[in-house]
Nanobody
Framework: QVQLVESGGGLVQAGGSLRLSCAVS??????????MGWFRQAPGRVREFVAV????????YYEDSVKGRFTISRDNAKNTVDLQMNNLKPEDTAVYYC??????????????????????WGQGTQVTVAS
């Protein structure tokens, strides 16, 4: 099991930027096998996929509505997975969650967008975009 702690959320005007960070720790954490994802959940809506990165080679995917605006990255030295969010829109308002899958299966199966593929979750950080 790993521990995930998100930070960086807040209130921003439409068109602004935020950078979310997910700190990853755990005794048995083996970075090379992990897939790290960001999801979000708005009030009254299901949790949805935002972006994913495979730790071993930084392969990544994005949800269509965030392509060109959001960038996912990982920092080996800091053990963090970041989500840079630019040109934010009111519809981006949600609680953002970091998630870890302990193997590359979500990539191999093409199911990285499904929250059930992930083993560990952070507590979430609120992002509010004002119009």
């Amino acid at each position: 099991q790993v521990q995930l702690v998100e930070s960086g959320g807040g209130l921003v005007q439409a068109g602004g930027s935020l950078r979310l960070s997910c700190a990853v720790s755990g005794r048995t954490f083996t970075f090379s096998t992990y897939v790290m994802g960001w999801f979000r959940q708005a009030p009254g809506r299901v949790r949805e996929f935002v972006a994913v990165i495979r730790w071993s080679d930084s392969s990544l995917y994005y949800e269509d509505s965030v392509k060109g605006r959001f960038t996912i990255s990982r920092d080996n030295a800091k053990n963090t997975v970041d989500l840079q969010m630019n040109n934010l829109k009111p519809e981006d308002t949600a609680v953002y969650y970091c998630a870890a899958a302990r193997s590359s299966l979500p990539f191999l199966r093409g199911t990285y967008y499904y929250s059930g593929e992930y083993d560990d979750w952070g507590q979430g950080t609120q992002v509010t975009v004002a119009s």
